[in-house]
């Protein structure tokens, strides 16, 4: 079962009383559980819910038998100007994190040819990686003048995939979840992965997902219940704070902020549940820093609903089973690409011709090894 996301310093979901619980230790100077119960009238279980993450925050020492905790900050405020710091130091969001030992020799391959010398390390740490301006880079491919072609999750927002069986529209998923894997903290991005096909069973065990990779078609459902309950839960608390959007939130709250979360799904069929569900969250998620890739075969009205297409008008685009399927999905000649060649069509501007970037298998296992062993 999904558990609420976990917010950067906190073992958990933040308690919405965790602003009040540091007015308390504040204004008294001392923290216990039975303190916050009687000024917040909650019950112990919540009021050593609330210690333990504002020890995780940095507000409070560590216990230390029956001496009373030491309180690490002198004012409310103090706690978001020194996770401020922090972030700004060890969470940039344009390199690569420190703790992460990025494998040497990655090979990638370029449309249906491999080529020596291009690795995930090289695509990471290339300077139109670097130079980017947006957060969350997707790496598309290369066009006609072997230049890395590239977007960001914050530009397309949402994503659908499309591909015959033979497409290898998969391996693209790889590429994008690497490059995210080797930027981008559990503190920054979490995901969500839904695939009854097992194909991204190998990334099992990575810090970032706030699950095990969900295989079961009732979890699938259940995991976008979860998500929209927590896209309400943070419109909710933006709201509270006099914001908007995650951007507006994160920036005054620091290191107290939120990460965004990413959702990947295999979809072979779309029931009426996970239809409406994804139709609210491409609405109204993105404003919580909540976003969807999705991956089909098909692109008919039945294996791709027409709501799900409109609500979502970027696509990436490998080689379809015919005409009619590349007209259902509003990319035409889809049916007449070669292997390893890809359609980008943005939200806004015109489609682009793309070899395909892929990522061999064994470079995907070495990526996700090196991110388990990255907080050893």
Do not use: C
């Not at 790889?174 to 903290?185: G, I």
């Not at 699950?211 to 709201?239: G, T």
């Not at 820093?289 to 991956?295: A, D, F, K, M, T």
């Amino acid at each position: 079962m999904l558990q609420p996301p976990i917010v950067p310093g906190l073992d958990g979901d933040q308690d919405q009383d965790f602003r009040k619980a540091v007015e308390v230790i504040v204004q008294y100077d001392r923290a216990s559980a039975g303190l916050l119960q009687r000024r917040l009238s909650i019950g112990y279980a919540r009021a050593a819910r609330l210690i333990d993450q504002l020890e995780s925050a940095g507000v409070l020492g560590p216990a230390d038998g029956a001496r009373p905790r030491e309180v690490l900050i002198r004012s409310v405020d103090e706690i978001l100007e020194k996770g401020g710091e922090t972030k700004d130091k060890q969470d940039d969001p344009f390199e690569v994190p420190t703790n992460y030992k990025v494998p040497k020799g990655l090979n990638l391959s370029k449309g249906d040819k491999i080529y020596q010398g291009e690795y995930i390390s090289d695509i990471v740490n290339s300077r139109v990686l670097k130079e980017t301006k947006v957060g969350f880079p997707l790496p598309l491919g290369f066009d006609e003048k072997g230049k890395l072609f590239m977007d960001s999750l914050l530009n397309v927002k949402n994503l659908i995939i499309a591909g015959n069986p033979l497409s290898q529209k998969e391996n693209i998923v790889d590429t994008f979840l690497l490059t995210l894997l080797l930027r981008y903290t559990p503190s920054q991005l979490r995901f969500v992965l839904n695939d009854p096909t097992h194909y991204l069973d190998l990334y099992n065990g990575i810090p970032h997902l706030l699950s095990p990779v969900i295989n079961e078609h009732s979890k699938v459902i259940s995991a976008f219940k979860w998500s929209l309950a927590e896209m309400d839960r943070r419109l909710k608390q933006f709201s509270q704070s006099g914001v908007r959007d995650i951007a507006s939130y994160n920036t005054m709250a620091g290191a107290l902020g939120l990460p965004h979360i990413l959702l990947i799904t295999f979809f072979n069929f779309f029931d009426i549940e996970t239809e409406d569900a994804l139709t609210m969250l491409s609405g109204q998620g993105v404003r919580a820093g909540i976003h969807n890739i999705i991956i089909v075969e098909r692109t008919n009205g039945k294996s791709l609903p027409a709501n799900i297409k409109s609500n979502i008008p970027a696509r990436v685009v490998f080689r379809l089973s015919s005409a009619g399927e590349s007209k259902a999905i509003d990319v035409s000649g889809a049916e007449k690409l070669e292997p390893g060649k890809l359609i980008y069509k943005p939200n806004f501007g015109t489609p682009e011709s793309l070899d395909a970037l892929f990522t061999p298998e064994i470079n995907v296992k070495e990526v996700v090894d090196a991110v388990k062993n990255s907080g050893k």
